[in-house]
């Protein structure tokens, strides 16, 4: 048995003296009845004994009180006296039975005993050992002072005791057995009550429970943290005003407390009111009210800033651009929407669409964090300098876009456009050095060019589309022409790519003519595209296009195989020309698509020729040299076109492998009446010679021009007009057929006048 057991059990230990006071008068009566000594000396005992249980009484007191740690002592002491006690009963019994014959004597013996058995009972249950001990002592010597009677009676009298004495084991031990399921069902609720506290201590969110009449009855300390209940302030069994008033007294900067029953009235009245209200400035809870059946509630607390934030923080991205602070796409349209639905009859609008100008040369030369600097600044700029009523948003990379109407511009349109071009484009300081950028601009107005934003955005684009080809850093206001414009561009791709898709284009072929015999040996072969309405597009028109389109490979291979299977049916010794494009040169494998073309065909590799520009190879030299040579181990002879128009540098002139330098007509449009021209196209003719390339001059318009190079050049082949146009497939195969050599050059020219005749642009592929 613990401490705690034996303390409980021993709480009421003074009532029980009563017992004790009841023997020792009944012993005094003995002594009076019997002038014994024998029972003086007991009763003097009994009075000892109870006076040193009386001081052990105390020393329990204090130790209840926590003044002593020796309970064991204290314990052993309380066993021994009360032991004690009981055997001077026993003694007092057995003398009675065994000193007198006075039967009143015998009944207050009996009588005595069977009350303080009982009382034994209650003191010393908890305590089986003693307890036997203690019966023993009072039981044996009243047994022995019956049997004294010597007769049957007296032994059937201690028949019935002895039962008596098991009877009060028994009831002893079951007391016992009681005592420790209650103290056991206690502890239990103790360590549940304990483990309650615990969690509800624990509890990441906050707890507070009302009774029926709305007083605090738990109260967490989560819940007193986010309401900022101080520790002084008691809140247990009080009303909400009451800790309100309480927690005023304090004077603290704000009261929450105050905040949660505002928030809580408001629920309780309204429904349908939100759940979470702001305590802080960058505090909110979220509040959830239980309604008890006993009357009274729960309310539970739950500290949802992060989540707020986090909640804030993503609508934020879903809105606005992360760089800029401007609204992203999807949010700008939603705004300028908003805007467009509040604009009155007759009011007017413009959708400003802008981008900064050669943006990726920043980036390339000075890094995307620089890049990043001026976009930002750029978004700044737009946010101080526009009303805050006006939509602005970042639409994509370096492209912004702005939605007003005219009640918030107290300007025109265009020379708000300029203002703002102006304001953007400011150099700013970045890293020790200046950045230098420019911008342009479309603005298309609504609702004269349009009602939805959708149509706005494109006709902005269209005019930004236009002021950058009108030569940047310009503002461009939208024109239907634009949109006609871009109408034809599409259905101009739309053709396009169906023609590629389906191998409609056709190749003309022009002829080179050689200046030792005046034979057509190589023919140019040249891309033509007729549209469905069998209208002819130029080949600078469509060209580009099928660049942009991604398209110029395809059309680079279907060319090459067609000019190499056309070649075929001319007589042996003509060679054809193929040009091809620098975007090709690059993107493509070149290499690939001229061995196709003369496996599939047969075509002898010496009878083709590849033309490349200037532009091609200066784009990536090691592999413009890499590629040259590939083509040239197979066989393939290479000619370097429109020599003198670019950079004309003579350093690659020695590494590339070439066979020709075909010079530009461009000297040769003034040859006759220019001499700085003479001295050029000869210097460069020389050049030509002197790297033993053969050297061809296209553009040939006249005969003064074939006269006058025939006579003071140095020149290998000539092209032109003055010879024949590209000419359709069938065509140019009657030209090589019927061409028949003779001794004078000039008579020996077909009728080439009648084709000059008809002459129109012809345009390679670039």
């Known amino acids: 048995m613990d401490q705690e057991q034996q303390l409980a059990h021993y709480e009421d230990h003074v009532a029980f003296f009563y017992g004790k006071i009841s023997a020792i008068i009944a012993s005094l009566i003995t002594y009076f009845l019997t002038e014994n000594l024998v029972f003086i000396g007991i009763t003097i005992a009994m009075i000892v004994i109870m006076v040193a249980d009386v001081r052990n009484i105390r020393s329990h007191k204090a130790l209840m009180e926590g003044n002593?740690?020796?309970?064991?002592?204290?314990?052993?002491?309380?066993?021994?006296?009360?032991?004690?006690?009981?055997?001077?009963?026993?003694?007092?019994?057995?003398?009675?039975?065994?000193?007198?014959?006075?039967?009143?004597?015998?009944?207050?013996?009996v009588a005595t005993t069977m009350g303080n058995l009982l009382n034994l009972i209650c003191r010393n249950f908890a305590n089986d050992r003693s307890l036997t001990i203690q019966i023993v002592a009072i039981g044996i010597p009243l047994i022995l002072g019956v049997l004294n009677y010597g007769d049957f009676r007296s032994m059937i009298l201690c028949g019935f005791l002895l039962p008596l004495f098991f009877s009060i084991r028994d009831i002893s031990q079951r007391l016992r057995n009681l005592f420790d399921n209650v103290l056991k069902q206690s502890q239990e609720k103790e360590e549940f009550g304990i483990q309650l506290n615990e969690a509800l201590?624990?509890?990441?969110?906050?707890?507070?429970?009302?009774?029926?009449?709305?007083?605090?009855?738990?109260?967490?300390?989560?819940?007193?943290?986010?309401?900022?209940?101080?520790?002084?302030?008691?809140?247990?069994?009080?009303?909400?005003?009451?800790?309100?008033?309480?927690?005023?007294?304090?004077?603290?900067?704000?009261?929450?407390?105050?905040?949660?029953?505002?928030?809580l009235t408001r629920r309780l009245q309204h429904r349908s009111q939100g759940k979470i209200f702001q305590i802080s400035d960058r505090q909110h809870v979220e509040l959830s009210i239980k309604l008890r059946d006993t009357g009274g509630c729960v309310l539970v607390l739950e500290d949802v800033s992060q989540r707020i934030t986090y909640q804030e923080r993503i609508n934020q991205l879903a809105r606005f651009d992360d760089l800029t602070g401007l609204c992203n796409r999807a949010y700008f349209i939603q705004?300028?929407?908003?805007?467009?639905?509040?604009?009155?009859?007759?009011?007017?609008?413009?959708?400003?669409?802008?981008?900064?100008?050669?943006?990726?040369?920043?980036?390339?030369?000075?890094?995307?964090?620089?890049?990043?600097?001026?976009l930002s600044t750029v978004g700044e700029r737009l946010t101080n300098m526009l009303p805050k009523t006006a939509a602005i948003g970042r639409y994509g990379g370096d492209e912004y876009v702005l939605f007003m109407n005219e009640e918030d511009c107290d300007e025109p349109f265009e020379v708000l456009g300029q203002r703002i071009l102006k304001e953007i484009t400011q150099p700013l300081e970045y890293n020790n050095q200046m950045l230098r950028y420019g911008a342009s601009m479309g603005i298309a107005l609504c609702p004269d060019h349009g009602m939805s934003m959708e149509r706005l955005l494109k006709l902005s684009d269209l005019a930004l589309y236009e002021a950058k080809n009108a030569g940047k850093n310009l503002v461009h206001l939208f024109s239907p022409e634009l949109e006609n414009s871009l109408t034809e561009k599409i259905e101009l791709e739309e053709e396009l790519t169906l023609a590629v898709k389906n191998q409609s284009l056709e190749l003309h072929f022009q002829p080179i003519i050689s200046m030792e015999d005046g034979r057509p040996q190589v023919f140019e072969a040249l891309t033509r595209w007729n549209r469905s309405d069998a209208v002819q597009v130029s080949p600078a028109l469509f060209i580009p296009l099928a660049e942009e389109l991604g398209l110029i490979r395809e059309i680079g291979e279907w060319t090459l195989y067609e000019a190499c299977r056309r070649c075929m049916d001319w007589p042996a010794g003509t060679s054809v020309a193929v040009n091809v494009s620098a975007v090709q040169f690059q993107v493509g494998s070149i290499t690939e698509a001229v061995r196709h073309?003369?496996?599939?065909?047969?075509?002898?590799?010496?009878?083709?020729?590849?033309?490349?520009?200037?532009?091609?190879?200066?784009?990536?030299?090691?592999?413009?040299?890499?590629?040259?040579?590939?083509?040239?181990?197979?066989?393939?002879?290479?000619?370097?076109?429109?020599?003198?128009?670019?950079?004309?540098?003579?350093?690659?002139?020695?590494?590339?492998?070439l066979d020709k330098l075909k010079i530009d007509k461009a000297f040769v449009d003034d040859l006759e009446n220019s001499a700085r021209s003479r001295t050029l196209l000869k210097g460069i003719t020389a050049l030509g010679r002197a790297l033993e390339l053969k050297v061809v001059v296209e553009g040939i318009e006249n005969e003064n021009q074939f006269i006058l190079l025939r006579d003071q050049y140095p020149v290998d082949y000539v092209q032109g007009y003055f010879f024949s146009k590209a000419l359709p497939a069938d065509l140019a195969l009657q030209y090589v057929e019927g061409f028949h050599h003779d001794n004078n050059f000039n008579e020996s020219i077909p009728d080439q006048q009648d084709l000059a005749s008809s002459r129109s642009e012809d345009a390679k592929v670039a």
């Open 201 to 263: 201590e624990s509890m990441s969110h906050g707890l507070m429970m009302f009774d029926e009449d709305m007083r605090l009855r738990v109260l967490n300390a989560t819940a007193r943290h986010i309401l900022a209940i101080p520790k002084e302030v008691d809140c247990y069994s009080r009303k909400l005003s009451d800790i309100v008033r309480a927690i005023e007294m304090k004077k603290l900067p704000i009261n929450r407390v105050r905040i949660l029953e505002r928030a």
């Open 335 to 374: 705004r300028a929407e908003e805007i467009l639905d509040t604009m009155g009859r007759g009011q007017k609008g413009a959708m400003f669409f802008f981008d900064l100008d050669d943006f990726k040369r920043v980036n390339d030369m000075l890094g995307h964090e620089a890049g990043d600097y001026i």
């Open 597 to 657: 073309a003369l496996d599939v065909t047969g075509l002898e590799p010496n009878r083709l020729e590849i033309e490349i520009t200037e532009t091609a190879v200066l784009n990536d030299m090691v592999h413009a040299i890499r590629v040259l040579e590939e083509i040239s181990e197979m066989g393939v002879r290479i000619s370097l076109d429109d020599f003198g128009t670019g950079y004309s540098s003579l350093s690659y002139l020695h590494k590339l492998p």
């Open 68 to 109: 002593s740690s020796d309970f064991e002592t204290w314990s052993r002491h309380y066993a021994v006296l009360s032991t004690a006690f009981m055997l001077a009963i026993g003694i007092w019994s057995f003398c009675c039975f065994a000193l007198s014959d006075d039967t009143f004597l015998h009944l207050l013996c």
